[in-house]
């Protein structure tokens, strides 16, 4: 590791923002923050809409995945390094740079000629959002104290649930009247703006003390989290589960994490410092955060799926379908904040919006191909509600539970596993949806029927997904029509096949992020709940207390439940 000085240490406790600042400050600090989530939030959303005219023109089907690959591992793998280093030295000077960055590989994204300009380019702009969203929601938490931070906090749930939603017409709207390219160069205004209000309003508040960077602990992190998320990103896609490539990936990555757990442990300023588990608070919130972002991404991911392949809408109505769901996302997410200012228990307000959310998913598991549009939205609703809560709560428990010293390190950490959560259920939900799938596609088609068509006509229609694409269904109807003036009622019969199998294996996977939901709430009984602080100010005495036993902070008499 390398020492570097950054002055003399200073024994005093940061003042706060909030008591250092005009009102006016704070809210051009709070729009500067929303503003740069946003801008990364509403990327995500519109660069799907514009992929099929991108590789059309870019001619990279084949690398089509790695367009969304490059931006996730870039701002995955970044995010605890971006939140240690912010702890060290200041948020404003690395959320600028997040911002920099991301622009800039937006500009560098719009004006690609080829797939790997486009995917280089992509990873660049997940570089500077692995800085944004985390310092972003640290920024927050500098400006208020912890009872203050669920009416503010349950804003930035708020930007993504409405990205989620205006982003997909967005994207297509843009690819269609202005081309792809503006796709990215539209976040350039934004962009701006964002970086002007931020730089304006943002105080650096830096560090003025010695540390050591922990560069040996970086590289290690990297090297086992990056073969982590390539093994679940591809494995059942791009290689079979049992493959060497994803043994050995998988393999790897372990090695590599367990030698970073050790190191980490012994250095004086790790990224992800281990200790953080010996608080429970903390490691109840990993763990529940970890389980509802798997669960919320089965959702996100899949029905779109089920919408436009059991129900019939259109490609164009599926791409908006999540409206709903999101909308409840919004309303939870604000009205969660709230409770949680006004009352200070979060607890409660954990179990019921899990147990809200878990309810919500085992309705939508009990769908089949014969429901309703307004069954959809009700479901749809209700899983909302309950999960839009837990986006931001958890940032706040886990917050409270430490000094504002590691306010950084904390957030960066509690997002970096929901994003590996994220990851893992997406391949996890992914598997059981195939494997159900095909399996009750088998049993679908009847004996006579599957004697007439060839194996290479069946194996075309075992992928669920490429079968709902725009351009699937003259290719289905061509191949039908060589079976004369029966191919008709051939088709409908294999088309029905298609849409009951879509359905119970789509309900199945919605049966796993029901468990999911349910284990994150079981995990929340075990919760320690102590007072959120009313104040930054925390008192020296306290502090050194919490940072040198982290397992359990004080909590007045009574606290616990």
Not at 265 to 270: F, I, N, Y
């Amino acid at each position: 590791m390398i020492e570097t000085s950054h002055r003399e240490a200073s024994t005093e406790t940061p003042q706060p923002v909030s008591e250092s600042v005009s009102k006016r400050r704070l809210v051009f600090i709070v729009i500067g923050v929303l503003l740069g989530m946003l801008l990364g939030a509403v990327d995500q959303t519109v660069v799907g809409t514009a992929m099929p005219q991108i590789i059309y023109d870019l001619h990279g089907l084949q690398h089509y995945a790695w367009v969304f690959t490059a931006y996730m591992l870039a701002s995955t793998v970044s995010v605890p390094i971006y939140g240690k280093l912010s702890d060290i030295y200041g948020r404003r000077g690395f959320f600028l740079v997040g911002m920099i960055l991301f622009l800039t590989g937006s500009a560098l994204s719009g004006m690609s000629q080829s797939m790997t300009q486009l995917i280089l380019f992509r990873g660049l702009q997940g570089l500077g959002a692995g800085a944004m969203l985390p310092i972003a929601i640290a920024i927050i938490g500098d400006v208020f104290p912890p009872s203050e931070r669920g009416k503010w906090q349950g804003l930035t749930g708020a930007v993504f649930g409405l990205a989620s939603i205006v982003g997909p017409t967005l994207g297509g709207w843009i690819t269609d009247n202005w081309g792809w390219p503006w796709v990215f160069y539209v976040n350039m205004p934004i962009g701006a703006v964002a970086l002007v209000t931020a730089g304006l309003a943002i105080p650096s508040m830096a560090r003025r003390r010695q540390h050591r960077i922990d560069y040996i602990g970086a590289a290690l992190l990297i090297l086992g989290t990056v073969p982590l998320l390539l093994a679940f990103t591809w494995g059942g896609e791009t290689y079979p589960w049992g493959s060497v490539q994803i043994i050995g990936m998988l393999a790897f990555a372990a090695v590599a994490l367990v030698a970073a757990f050790i190191w980490e442990s012994r250095v004086a300023e790790p990224i992800i410092s281990p200790s953080l588990f010996k608080n429970s608070i903390f490691t109840v919130s990993v763990l529940a955060s970890f389980l509802a972002s798997a669960g919320m991404f089965g959702a996100v991911m899949y029905l779109p799926l089920f919408i436009q392949g059991v129900v019939g809408n259109t490609a164009t109505n599926s791409g908006v379908v999540l409206t709903p769901m999101m909308l409840g996302f919004i309303a939870s997410s604000i009205v969660g904040g709230q409770l949680l200012a006004r009352t200070g228990k979060y607890k409660v307000l954990a179990i019921v919006s899990f147990g809200i959310g878990a309810l919500g998913a085992f309705l939508l598991s009990r769908m089949d191909a014969s429901v309703s549009d307004g069954v959809v939205v009700r479901n749809m609703v209700i899983t909302g509600l309950g999960i839009g809560v837990s986006m931001s709560l958890f940032t706040i428990i886990t917050q409270n539970a430490f000094p504002v010293q590691k306010l950084g390190e904390v957030t960066a950490s509690l997002q970096f596993f929901r994003s590996i959560g994220g990851t893992i259920g997406v391949a996890v939900l992914g598997t059981v949806m195939t494997s159900r799938y095909n399996a009750v596609f088998a049993s679908n088609v009847p004996a006579e029927l599957r004697a007439q068509l060839t194996p290479e006509q069946l194996a075309a229609l075992q992928n669920p997904q490429s079968l709902m694409a725009p351009e699937s269904g003259g290719a289905i109807q061509q191949m039908f029509a060589g079976f004369g003036a029966q191919g008709q009622e051939i088709l409908g019969q294999v088309m029905l096949a298609i849409r009951e199998s879509l359905a119970t294996a789509i309900t199945d996977l919605f049966v796993v992020t029901t468990i999911a939901l349910v284990l994150a709430m079981v995990s929340c009984f075990f919760l320690k709940e102590i007072p959120l602080r009313k104040t930054n100010r925390v008192e020296a005495s306290t502090e050194v207390a919490q940072l040198e036993e982290v397992a359990e902070p004080p909590a007045p008499v009574g606290a616990d439940d």
